[in-house]
């Protein structure tokens, strides 16, 4: 069973810069897993921003960028803003099937 | 634009089934997948599955074989997700998304929240 693993929590202060990563207990994550990034705040619906490890959808902030890190999708985000604190998901796709990550709570203080 | 407009949310007793709706607008139906996702109370994010209503291609999630149907009517622009069986741990919003055909997703139904309870 695939298990994609997450940070579960990050604090950043306005302004920085903070990656997130999401890992695969089956080795590298590539880009034939196609990472996807989702934010979603409390009572919301998910929110799509990256896909294809880097590609933005016409709504992605340009502050949020995706990349391949060290074996592991990241989602990069440049100049925090408060609107930022959310929860963020990563998801990978393996043989036919998605598998979220667990998500992170990312706070901005 | 596109929508997607799922059910209102329900109430189940253990055992039992429930079969979730989303309605799609703005767009031709056929050409997109739509994905099932759900999530229980506090808890992130879990893919059910998918289906394709230009092929009828459908593939679940190995978690929910032989509990879960994907079903819809092209007529309508609908889809439906039925799930079987129903546990106190199945209580969760679940969502519909639509699949842009470049291993993504775009928009996505509001989420109807289902509740399993005694």
């Known amino acids: 069973q695939t298990v994609v693993t997450q940070e579960p929590s990050l604090t950043v202060s306005p302004g920085g810069t903070v990656t997130l990563t999401c890992a695969s207990n089956?080795?590298?994550?590539?880009?034939?897993?196609?990472p996807n990034w989702f934010q979603q705040k409390p009572g919301q619906t998910p929110r799509a921003l990256i896909y294809?490890?880097?590609k933005k959808h016409s709504w992605t902030p340009a502050r949020f960028s995706g990349s391949l890190l060290g074996g592991k999708a990241a989602l990069t985000l440049s100049g925090v803003q408060p609107e930022d604190e959310a929860e963020y998901y990563c998801?990978?796709?393996?043989?036919?099937?998605?598998?979220f990550g667990g998500g992170t709570k990312l706070t901005v203080l | 634009q596109v929508q997607l407009v799922q059910s209102g949310a329900e109430v189940k007793k253990p055992g039992a089934s429930v079969k979730v709706s989303c309605k799609a607008s703005?767009?031709?139906?056929?050409?997109?997948?739509i994905h099932w996702v759900r999530q229980a109370p506090g808890q992130g994010l879990e893919w059910m599955g998918w289906?394709?209503?230009?092929?009828?291609?459908?593939n679940y999630g190995q978690k929910f074989h032989g509990r879960v149907t994907m079903t819809w009517d092209t007529s309508i622009s609908t889809a439906y997700m039925e799930l079987n069986r129903l546990r106190s741990n199945d209580t969760a919003v679940y969502y519909c998304?639509?699949?842009?055909?470049?291993?993504?997703?775009?928009?996505w139904g509001q989420g109807t929240l289902v509740t399993v309870s005694s």
């Open positions: 998304a639509r699949d842009t055909g470049d291993m993504a997703t775009d928009y």
């Open positions: 703005g767009y031709t139906f056929t050409g997109y997948y």
């Open positions: 289906i394709n209503p230009k092929s009828g291609g459908i």
């Open positions: 089956t080795g590298a994550v590539t880009s034939g897993s196609y």
């Open positions: 294809s490890t880097s």
């Open positions: 998801l990978l796709y393996y043989r036919g099937a998605w598998v």
